[in-house]
C-alpha cells in the first residue's frame, strides 16, 4: 500500500531550488562504500522516486570522550567558601553516513532549512534559532553572543535564563519530528521520499568503528594496511558477511544520529512548538524579553522594574514549569548548566545577590570584562602543544627541522585565512574587535597575545 503523497511536495516549494552545490565537497574518509563526487550523484538525489526505493548503508559509529574540569563551591563546618575542581567525563556518540547517503542526507537537510525558514517565519520564531540555519550567513557564535550581551546591557535590571538541554540529539523523541516534520513541509503525510528519510535517521543502524579497525588489521596487517590505504572499508560480499554478527539497530523511538546532514536541522524542527511557546510566553508578559537558542544551548533576557509584580524567582519557576511540559519530547535540563542570573547596575549576580559570571557560547562576563572561556582556551594550547610535539618528535628521529605548515596554519596567527575560514587566533582576534563594541572590557587579545611564544617554547 503506497503512502500518501499529501497536499503538495517540498521539491514544488520555491525554496527547494535555493541549493549551494559548491559546498557539496567529496570526503575523504574511508566508508563501506566508495567515494563520490556530487557531479555523479545530482541528478539522482533530485530525482524523489529513487530516494524512496534507495538502500542506505550502516553509519559507522565511535564515541569522542572530554574530559573537563568543573570548579565546585562547598562551604566547610565554619561557614566558609571552598573551591575544589573535578574531573567530569563526557561521552559524544557520533555517526557519519556513507558517501552517498552523506549527500542525500545533506540534500534533504538544505530542502528542510529551506522550508523551516518559512515556516519559522510565518509563526514568528524566525529569529529565536541561531544554530544551523541557512539564511543567517556570516554570522557566528561571536554574532550571536554578541546580540546576547548587548542586549542585556542595555537594560537597567533584567533576569537571565541559560540553560543546556542532557544528551539533546540521543533524546528526540521520533514522534515529536515526525508531526513536526509535517507541519514544516505543509503535508499530511509524508510523501515515500522523505518518509524514507525519516525512517532511516530514527531507525538508523551503524556499525562500531572499532570492528571496522579490527577487519582491516586482520585482513592486510598492521604494516601493510599503512602501505595500502584502501578506498573503503570492504567489498559488497565481504560487508554481508561481516554485518551479520556487527550491525546495530536504534530499537527505541528516541534519538537521532548526531553527525548527519539531517540531524541539525531536524534539532530546530523538533522543537517548533517549544519555542512558540517561549515566545508566546514572553509575547504575554508584555516586555521585550530576548529569547535566542543555539541548538540544546538556550538563554532569555528578561528586563524588570523593582515596580513589577514578577519576582526574580516566580520568572525563573515560570520559564522551568514550561520545559517540564516538554519532557515527554525529551527535554531535559542539566542542571549543573542551568543559570539563573540578575542583571543590574552593569554587574551580573547570582539568585543570593552575590558577585557572579554569565557564560554563553564560549563568552563569560562578569559585567565588567569579558573574555574568552577557559575552556576553550585551554581546548586550544592542547591541541597546538600536540601538534608541536609531533614536529619535535619527527625533527629528532630524522635529524632534519620538523614540519610546521600545518602548526602554523592551524594554531598561529599566519592561518589567519586557513581554508578560507581562519583558525581560533583569527576567530579570537576577531571576537575581540566585535566585544569590544560592548561596555565592558575585553580581555580575549590578551588571552591569546602569546600563543607565538608558547607555541615554540614546546617546539625547542
Given at each position: 500500500m503506497k503512502r500518501s503523497k499529501g497536499p503538495r511536495r517540498l521539491h514544488n516549494l520555491p525554496s527547494s531550488s535555493n541549493i549551494d552545490w559548491s559546498k557539496y565537497k567529496q570526503k575523504s574518509y574511508i566508508h563501506i562504500d566508495d567515494r563520490v563526487k556530487i557531479e555523479h550523484l545530482k541528478p539522482k538525489i533530485q530525482d524523489s522516486n529513487w530516494i524512496a526505493s534507495y538502500a542506505f548503508l550502516p553509519s559507522i559509529h565511535f564515541e569522542i570522550i572530554f574530559k573537563k574540569y568543573i570548579t565546585i563551591t562547598e562551604r566547610d563546618d565554619q561557614g566558609k567558601k571552598r573551591k575544589r575542581k573535578e574531573i567530569k567525563r563526557k561521552v559524544r556518540k557520533i555517526f557519519y553516513a556513507a558517501h552517498k547517503d552523506s549527500f542525500i542526507y545533506k540534500y534533504y537537510g538544505d530542502l528542510l532549512n529551506n522550508a523551516y525558514n518559512i515556516y519559522a517565519e510565518s509563526i514568528g520564531i524566525d529569529n529565536i534559532a541561531t544554530a544551523y540555519r541557512n539564511n543567517k550567513k556570516g554570522k557566528n557564535s561571536v554574532d550571536f553572543s554578541f546580540e546576547v550581551f548587548d542586549y542585556m546591557f542595555k537594560q537597567e535590571k533584567a533576569v537571565i535564563i541559560s540553560m543546556d538541554f542532557t544528551s539533546f540529539f540521543?533524546?528526540?523523541?521520533?514522534?515529536?519530528?515526525?508531526?513536526n516534520l509535517k507541519k514544516v513541509l505543509n503535508v499530511d503525510e509524508l510523501p515515500e521520499d522523505w518518509y524514507k528519510i525519516f525512517k532511516n535517521i530514527t531507525k538508523y543502524t551503524y556499525v562500531n568503528k572499532t570492528d571496522l579497525d579490527k577487519f582491516l588489521k586482520n585482513k592486510y596487517g598492521v604494516k601493510q594496511l599503512k602501505k595500502v590505504k584502501p578506498s573503503k572499508f570492504m567489498a559488497p560480499k565481504e560487508f554481508r558477511e561481516f554485518k551479520k554478527g556487527n550491525l546495530h539497530v536504534n530499537r527505541e523511538k528516541f534519538g537521532i544520529p548526531q553527525g548527519s546532514g539531517m540531524s541539525a536541522v531536524c534539532s530546530n524542527v523538533h522543537l517548533i512548538e517549544f519555542d512558540k511557546e517561549i515566545s508566546n510566553w514572553a509575547e504575554r508578559k508584555n516586555r521585550s524579553i530576548l529569547y535566542r537558542r543555539y541548538c540544546d544551548d538556550l538563554i532569555l533576557v528578561i528586563p524588570i522594574s523593582d515596580e513589577g509584580r514578577d519576582t526574580f524567582q516566580s520568572i525563573s519557576d515560570q520559564i522551568l514549569d514550561i520545559v517540564k511540559k516538554y519532557k515527554k519530547d525529551g527535554l531535559n535540563i542539566q542542571k549543573e548548566k542551568t543559570e539563573i542570573r540578575l542583571f543590574k547596575n552593569g554587574r551580573i549576580y547570582t539568585e543570593n545577590l552575590e558577585l557572579s559570571k554569565l557564560?554563553?557560547?564560549?563568552?563569560?562576563?562578569?559585567?565588567?570584562?569579558?573574555?574568552?572561556?577557559e575552556k576553550s582556551l585551554f581546548k586550544y594550547y592542547s591541541r597546538a602543544f600536540r601538534k608541536a610535539?609531533?614536529?619535535?618528535?619527527i625533527s629528532l628521529a630524522t635529524k632534519r627541522p620538523g614540519p610546521k605548515k600545518e602548526l602554523y596554519n592551524l594554531y598561529t596567527h599566519l592561518g589567519h585565512r586557513y581554508k578560507g575560514y581562519g583558525n581560533f587566533v583569527s576567530y579570537a582576534y576577531k571576537a575581540h574587535e566585535k566585544m569590544n563594541q560592548l561596555p565592558c572590557h575585553s580581555l580575549i587579545r590578551r588571552q591569546v597575545k602569546r600563543h607565538w611564544y608558547r607555541v615554540h617554547k614546546r617546539l625547542k
Open positions: 540521543d533524546n528526540i523523541t521520533h514522534q515529536t519530528l515526525k508531526q557564560d554563553y557560547l564560549g563568552f563569560v562576563t562578569d559585567g565588567e570584562f569579558i573574555s574568552l572561556r610535539k609531533t614536529s619535535k618528535r
